[in-house]
């Protein structure tokens, strides 16, 4: 089982964030947080070496792993033991098994995202456009 602990949350004054998109260059992965109350934020990983969104419907093992800390919506955490970091060794032949890489799961309203990273997320206000 893995272990979920809560890093980050609230990231504006609103507790319900959907995944509003996501944006892919070459130096880092931002994924756009936007509340109902249409703010927005971006969660930025320089150094994604992977990610995998998921519909939160679907995502049972991860909610039953997680509902002991009880994330909820519009949380970011890290795991200790998670299966997508245990598929991302397996894919990669264990090449980065030093343990400089970190598991992290974001929670929005209908989606969940797997997050494989060397660096620490930071978050940035984003304009409302």
């Given at each position: 089982?893995?272990?979920?602990?809560t890093?980050?949350?609230?990231?504006?004054?609103d507790?319900?964030?959907?995944?509003?998109?996501?944006?892919?260059?070459a130096?880092?992965?931002?994924?756009?947080?936007e509340?109902?109350?249409?703010g927005?934020?971006?969660?930025?990983?320089?150094?994604a070496?992977?990610?995998?969104?998921?519909n939160e419907?679907?995502?049972?093992?991860?909610?039953?792993d997680a509902a002991?800390?009880?994330?909820g919506c519009?949380?970011l955490t890290i795991?200790?033991?998670?299966d997508?970091?245990?598929?991302?060794?397996l894919?990669?032949?264990?090449?980065h098994?030093?343990?400089?890489?970190?598991?992290y799961?974001?929670f929005?309203?209908?989606?969940?995202?797997?997050?494989?990273?060397?660096?620490?997320?930071?978050v940035?206000p984003?304009?409302?456009?």
């Amino acid at each position: 089982m893995a272990n979920y602990k809560t890093i980050l949350r609230n990231f504006l004054p609103d507790d319900d964030y959907d995944l509003a998109g996501i944006v892919d260059n070459a130096i880092d992965v931002t994924f756009v947080l936007e509340a109902k109350n249409g703010g927005k934020v971006g969660v930025v990983f320089n150094g994604a070496e992977a990610y995998c969104k998921i519909n939160e419907s679907y995502a049972f093992a991860v909610w039953d792993d997680a509902a002991k800390n009880s994330p909820g919506c519009g949380a970011l955490t890290i795991v200790d033991g998670g299966d997508f970091m245990d598929y991302f060794h397996l894919q990669s032949r264990g090449i980065h098994k030093d343990g400089h890489l970190k598991h992290y799961v974001l929670f929005a309203i209908d989606d969940l995202v797997h997050v494989i990273s060397s660096e620490p997320p930071t978050v940035k206000p984003l304009s409302a456009d």
